[in-house]
């Protein structure tokens, strides 16, 4: 098996999970803020009120009986994602991609037929909380498919490529594309067998890869080299990102960010405990930028300050940050 | 961090306080530090006979004194038709007896328990010298006296060393003419006493009673009490003086009698007793003198739950060392504790055994359930109800087999168990059976390690004795809550770096 030493971690300036919860997640995420975030329809509402982009809102199921209701509702659409408001590491979403005209079977995103009965067993799930935690009742929300931007359609096996975007005070400090896997099912979930590639903050470009906390230069299923990726929009997207800590008033915050052909980058969900495995792809520590952030006597309100200050200071190539290592 | 001082300054007094209270209870009260601390214990019988002529009866029986070696339980008089009650005497406490009309032969019965104890000594009296009244001797003993002196006195250093040169004396054959001439009046332990007296040395004589397992009608026998200076020492008159022997319980040191009986006659008081081996922590709880807030004062059937209750912040520790140094994944935050309480009822390998037969006949089950398009709420009772078919299954055909072993399954708590197979059927569904597999082995290592540690006699004893020492794992949960430190898994799944600079 392989390790590293956690001296060695400590000079590269690794965030653990101890350290990212003591000293990050409980010092600048307030509590009370957690349900913007833990509930992807307040997230939603509040981002249409704050001009943050999402996927279009289409019905929020709420009880068993609208539940049973549900075919009137979606009769007339022909794709549209199912997720549960309080549902954590994507379990639970449920994406219908097209109509079988002769069965009136559904197709879901990765070719599989399901009824309506199906799909209502999945809504009444959702709602009776399988997927909120602690088993709470839920909601269910239906909405827009994002066609995802066809440039990264030879790196992702299924599924929609994904950028989370970890951000402190407001300022973008890290970032990775999370591709999709037939290990992840269609995914983009690192815990299950997804790709996550980093990407340098001031360009957008790709720095490493990594599945399963190991290195890795192509994709295992198209086989498509993952160097020399490059995300489309860099700076609007990390300018919708970075308006996130505004809406949300969290510190320490990951954004998820998906992009649709059409409408360009678009929040999908927030996410208050952002994981670590972002600084692998990175190859970088996150402490050294979370310091810097910190020690900034001011700090800007602006968001657009704020990108082009981590566009600047963070870029994979920055000197700058080499020399304030943190010890 | 800001407020780092104060907050170890708080962990180090809970755990100052926890070990604190542990000793100053372990002195006091006398709770032993390991399990399975033996002591002698004596149950005492006085026996007090005697003949009433018909009138009013009052009889008083003088008490051991608190002294060196032993430490007492509370004593029963039972006798039917006497009222009775503990009084302090002048000197003694005494136990004394009444009853209005009484005729014939009656018996009185007072027992106790003497424990023994080597290293209890009672507090210092303030005890002043006494000191020693000279006596009038008639002649001839005038002069037996002083011949005695004269030649014991010379040779000795104190009052100690002459009590011991007129023992000497008092047993050499043959037999000096002043010695057989004192004797004749009074017996050895009178006769010293009143020696020592005459040369000004302190001393008394005092009763005591031999401790001997199953002796029956045994009675007091009497010594002699020599002041030394700091306190009394005693001499055995019939050997030639030797230091007090083992098992010797002293019985009466002042003047009065033993036993007194007013509107009897022939009276006597005679002893039996037996010796018995005890755990310590029986005898502690024996001991009326506890503290208020104790958990002895349960009753038993509520003490025994607690000492399973007070297993549980053993496990939590576990649990919290687990997941934040190592950093193991388990289903459920604190079912391995759970799991851990239910091994301890069924052994570790019956334990295992029969949680993975329960979990995996649930998950095939819960399969089919997940094809009936419940509602959550519904599943779960209806898995409830499956782990108890499954359990009643098992059970009974462990029994038929012949495996009682296959009975203790019913310990495993069933709402834990049915959310377990919720749970992992989920994560089987959502995360493949490879998370299935990290997850429920973590929870089962966790509570095997959890379990190991409960299952320790040491550990249950002081989690249940000393309950004040949850203050110091208290205090070790929150310096642990602190660390901000890599996960000893970090070290795998940061292994990625290796090529960073």
Same mark, same amino acid.
């Given at each position: 098996m392989e390790w590293i030493t956690p001296r060695r971690l400590k000079r590269l300036g690794m965030l653990g999970m101890n350290c990212r919860n003591v000293e990050y997640i409980s010092r600048f995420n307030d509590r009370r803020n957690y349900p913007l975030v833990d509930d992807k329809l307040q997230t939603k509402l509040l981002a249409e009120e704050y001009g943050v982009a999402v996927p279009n809102l289409q019905h929020v199921i709420r009880t068993q009986r609208e539940v049973a209701a549900v075919q009137a509702r979606l009769r007339l659409t022909e794709r549209f994602v199912v997720k549960p408001a309080h549902g954590s590491g994507g379990k639970g979403i449920l994406v219908i991609i097209g109509r079988d005209q002769e069965t009136d079977e559904l197709i879901r995103s990765n070719g599989e037929r399901i009824t309506w009965i199906d799909l209502r067993r999945h809504m009444s799930n959702v709602v009776s909380g399988l997927y909120s935690l602690g088993g709470r009742t839920d909601q269910a929300i239906v909405e827009d498919l994002v066609i995802a931007d066809p440039i990264f359609e030879a790196v992702s096996y299924e599924g929609v490529p994904d950028i989370r975007l970890i951000l402190f005070m407001g300022y973008p400090v890290m970032g990775m594309l999370r591709l999709a896997t037939r290990a992840s099912d269609g995914k983009a979930n690192l815990h299950q067998g997804a790709i996550g590639v980093g990407l340098d903050? +001031?360009?957008g470009r790709s720095i490493a890869a990594v599945q399963n906390n190991r290195i890795v230069t192509t994709h295992p299923d198209t086989n498509a080299p993952l160097d020399h990726l490059q995300v489309p929009n860099w700076e609007r997207l990390l300018h919708l990102a970075a308006g996130c800590y505004d809406m949300t008033d969290l510190g320490y915050l990951g954004a998820d960010i998906v992009l649709d052909r059409e409408r360009g980058p678009l929040l999908l969900e927030l996410n208050a405990r952002p994981g670590l495995t972002i600084q692998v792809t990175n190859q970088k520590g996150l402490r050294p930028r979370l310091a810097h952030i910190e020690s900034l006597g001011r700090r800007s309100a602006v968001a657009e300050d704020r990108v082009s200050y981590a566009m600047t200071h963070f870029g994979h190539q920055s000197n700058q940050e080499q020399a304030e290592l943190f010890e | 961090m800001t407020q780092r001082w104060p907050y170890l300054f708080i962990m180090a007094a809970l755990f100052a306080g926890g070990i604190a209270t542990a000793v100053f209870r372990h002195d006091t009260y006398r709770i032993p530090y390991l399990p399975g601390t033996a002591q002698s214990v004596w149950q005492i019988e006085a026996k007090v006979e005697f003949e009433a002529s018909g009138d009013p009866v009052q009889v008083a029986l003088t008490l051991p004194p608190v002294q060196a070696g032993f430490t007492f339980l509370e004593g029963t008089a039972a006798s039917p038709g006497y009222g009775s009650h503990r009084e302090q005497g002048r000197a003694q406490q005494l136990i004394r007896w009444s009853k209005r009309d009484a005729r014939g032969i009656q018996t009185l019965f007072y027992k106790f328990e003497a424990v023994e104890a080597p290293d209890f000594a009672p507090p210092p009296a303030d005890e002043t010298a006494p000191t020693a009244e000279s006596l009038v001797w008639d002649e001839p003993y005038d002069t037996a006296v002083a011949s005695l002196l004269a030649s014991a006195v010379p040779r000795s250093a104190d009052g100690y060393t002459l009590a011991r040169e007129l023992l000497v004396l008092m047993n050499t054959t043959p037999v000096d003419q002043n010695v057989a001439l004192l004797l004749s009046e009074w017996d050895p332990p009178r006769l010293l006493p009143r020696l020592l007296r005459q040369a000004g040395v302190a001393a008394r004589t005092v009763t005591a009673l031999d401790l001997q397992d199953r002796r029956r009608r045994q009675e007091l026998r009497e010594l002699v009490q020599v002041w030394d200076g700091s306190g009394w020492r005693l001499l055995d008159p019939q050997t030639d003086g030797a230091e007090r022997p083992d098992n010797l319980l002293l019985w009466q040191t002042s003047e009065p009698s033993v036993l007194e009986v007013i509107g009897g006659t022939n009276s006597r008081v005679l002893f039996s007793m037996i010796n018995q081996t005890r755990s310590a922590l029986s005898l502690v709880s024996a001991? #009326? +003198?506890? $503290? /208020? /807030? #104790? /958990?002895? #004062? /349960? $009753?038993i059937e509520e003490q025994s739950l607690f000492k399973l209750i007070m297993l549980l912040p053993v496990g939590a520790l576990v649990v919290v060392l687990m997941r934040i140094l190592v950093g193991i994944r388990t289903s459920g935050t604190f079912m391995p504790v759970l799991i851990a309480l239910a091994f301890l009822q069924t052994q570790l390998v019956t334990g295992l055994i029969s949680f993975l037969l329960v979990v995996a006949t649930g998950l095939v089950l819960r399969s089919y359930l997940s094809a009936l398009n419940l509602l959550l709420v519904a599943r779960i009772a209806t898995l409830v109800i499956v782990v108890i078919g499954i359990i009643s299954v098992v059970s009974i055909v462990s029994y038929r087999l012949g495996l009682i072993g296959g009975l203790t399954i019913t310990f495993f708590p069933m709402i834990i168990l049915a959310w377990t197979i919720e749970r992992m059927s989920i994560l089987w569904e959502e995360e493949g059976p490879k998370e299935v597999l990290i997850q429920g082995g973590g929870s089962l290592f966790v509570a095997t390690i959890a379990f190991l540690l409960m299952q320790q006699p040491v550990v249950q004893h002081l989690a249940f004795n000393f309950p004040e020492l949850h203050l110091c794992l208290l205090a070790l949960i929150l310096l642990v809550g602190r660390y901000t430190g890599y996960r000893l898994t970090e070290l795998v799944r940061f292994s990625g770096m290796r090529g960073a600079d």
């Open positions: 903050i +001031a360009t | 001991q #009326s +003198a506890n $503290p /208020l /807030l #104790s /958990l002895y #004062s /349960l $009753p």
